[in-house]
């Protein structure tokens, strides 16, 4: 996968993508496995906005329930299903429970319930899943299990625990890497740090963007038959000009974070505890009044989930700020007092801006939240053909989403592409796992499937390939030279916090951080002073640090 930006401007595609969050490459690889010709531009690097910002959940929807919306939850069962069957290296199941109180809606009786018409609704839920990735039914657990599980919980009421499986990503950076490699493969042309500046237009046709290169400062035309614009907050900049109706009002964001604890606090099991604060969602026919914290075990620590909080008018920051990072902190302490966390105890903060019904300050932001994918066929609503602009809501349903946006756009340009019978894995996917005697190349196969080989085989001349970047870190040399040999990396944090493991559970000691630069250096010929200011910007990162 190179970074070819003459493939952009000698080229005219059917159809391209601007922004590569996790929809923006799933359209991207959606469109390829359709047969048109695809580009796809980000402006930053793949992933690194709000699509960074996840808690590795894939909900096979079973908290759509209290909303009796049957077809959001179906939505959910099937993204989850796909991403078992198509990336089965990076996507497992994992246990969850939540403790039961009472004999209202917290209740025993009504999780039961809950859990049967779950796994009624999911009947076809393993269908083409492997056997070791399988959902089991879900089942209720007694007290007494309960706290063994879970010793300091509140135990006042405490009947026992609903207990059932859910999908988990244990890296969605990688996700998002397998997805773009994919479409490639598949004859998509990706690139990152393009910036879309403007729409090129005939009339009232789209036909693609002016772009500008962010590392040369270069102009490119990108042509195209249909534009998709998937660039969440920044999209309304691009499309301002072209559909904005007299009285529409900007879209509305919320800022959401998870917090990763740097130690763990249930063992193997996620669990699910009812927070202090009052939340109503008007949408739920079945009203609980509060919200739940997901306590998800991740890489020997434990994330934590998911908090949201309103975020000004045109804010497209991406940063936590300390009163904001100590009120989850104290909420957390509250619910969960055994776990008696302070800021130290945070690794790193992952945040992201999603879409929101309302900007009304009245209404607490997580019920603000836009509960439904919008996709605007702009020839509809003002006229403009060639655009779509797609604003998506949740991370592991934009597999799903997209089918139906691609569809959209081949009827749009009159060609008709259905999708294959069995759709194809992933990147990574395409082979039977390795077998190893080096837990090192175990760890490979986890991150990039079969193509772990290649990782160590793109660096078979460099001496030392197999050696660690740094003793605080598992990852080695040669995963950094396949990172901007293969995957477009171009900048520090581009390896430590997006195609590596270095900055998965906070920032690295220094001397990890200036033995990768280095590495990197030695492939892009950076000088000294670059070396450094490649530091300081991942040292800086503010929403990774706990300082």
């Known amino acids: 996968m190179k970074r070819d930006l003459r493939l952009l401007a000698e080229n005219t595609f059917d159809v391209l993508i601007v922004g590569s969050g996790i929809y923006g490459a799933f359209l991207a690889r ?20 709000t699509s960074a910002n996840s808690q590795k959940i894939v909900h096979g929807g079973l908290r759509y329930l209290q909303h009796l919306n049957l077809v959001r939850m179906r939505e959910s069962i099937r993204a989850r299903r796909q991403l078992l069957t198509i990336a089965p290296y990076l996507v497992r199941p994992q246990r969850f429970l939540v403790p039961t109180y009472g004999y209202g809606m917290q209740g025993k009786w009504i999780m039961r319930a809950a859990l049967l018409l779950n796994d009624l609704i999911s009947v076809d839920r393993n269908r083409g899943v492997d056997t070791g990735k399988r959902i089991p039914a879900g089942r209720i657990i007694s007290r007494r299990q309960c706290l063994a599980i879970s010793p300091c919980i509140d135990q006042d009421g405490l009947t026992g625990a609903a207990q059932w499986q859910d999908g988990f990503i244990e890296d969605t950076e990688r996700l998002m890497l397998a997805i773009i490699h994919t479409a490639v493969q598949q004859g998509a042309v990706a690139a990152n740090y393009v910036t879309a500046e403007a729409y090129t237009l005939d009339g009232n046709r789209v036909t693609g963007v002016h772009a500008r290169d962010k590392l040369d400062g270069k102009a490119i035309n990108v042509r195209s038959r249909m534009v998709i614009n998937a660039a969440g907050p920044g999209a309304a900049a691009l499309d301002a000009d072209l559909s904005r109706q007299p009285g529409d009002m900007p879209q509305a964001w919320v800022k959401a974070f998870n917090v990763f604890l740097k130690r763990p606090l249930f063992d193997d099991m996620a669990v699910g505890l009812s927070s202090a604060t009052r939340h109503i969602d008007r949408d739920a026919v079945i009203n609980r009044g509060k919200r739940f914290y997901f306590f998800v075990p991740w890489k020997g620590g434990t994330l934590i989930g998911t908090e949201y909080v309103t975020a000004s ?55 603000r939240l836009l509960k439904h994918t919008r996709v605007v066929d702009h020839e509809t609503s003002a006229g403009t053909r060639g655009l779509f602009t797609v604003t998506g809501i949740k991370y592991t349903v934009a597999p799903q989403v997209v089918i139906g946006v691609i569809d959209r756009v081949l009827a749009r340009l009159d060609v008709r592409a259905a999708r294959p019978d069995v759709e194809p894995v992933l990147y990574g996917a395409e082979k039977e796992g390795i077998g190893t005697e080096r837990v090192y190349d175990s760890r490979l196969y986890h991150r990039y499937g079969c193509h772990g080989r290649d990782v160590l085989e793109s660096a078979k001349n460099v001496s030392g390939l197999r050696d660690l970047v740094g003793t605080d870190r598992d990852t080695i040399i040669a995963e950094v030279i396949y990172a901007v040999r293969e995957e477009m990396a171009v900048t520090l944090p581009d390896v430590v916090y997006r195609r590596t493991g270095l900055g998965s559970t906070g920032i690295p000691v220094r001397e990890t951080l200036k033995r990768c630069a280095n590495i990197m250096a030695a492939e892009l010929g950076w000088s000294k002073t670059r070396v450094s200011k490649e530091i300081s910007r991942v040292e800086s990162t503010r929403a990774y640090r706990h300082g």
């Open 30 to 49: 959606e469109a390829a496995m359709r047969g048109l010709s695809v580009a796809l531009i980000e402006q930053g690097d793949f992933g690194s906005a």
């Open 313 to 367: 008018p045109g804010d497209d920051s991406t940063n936590l700020s300390r009163p904001e990072l100590e009120a989850v902190i104290d909420e957390i302490n509250m619910l969960y007092p055994c776990a008696g966390i302070s800021r130290k105890d945070i690794g790193f903060c992952h945040v992201g801006l999603l879409p929101a019904n309302s900007a009304d300050p009245a209404t607490d932001a997580a019920s």
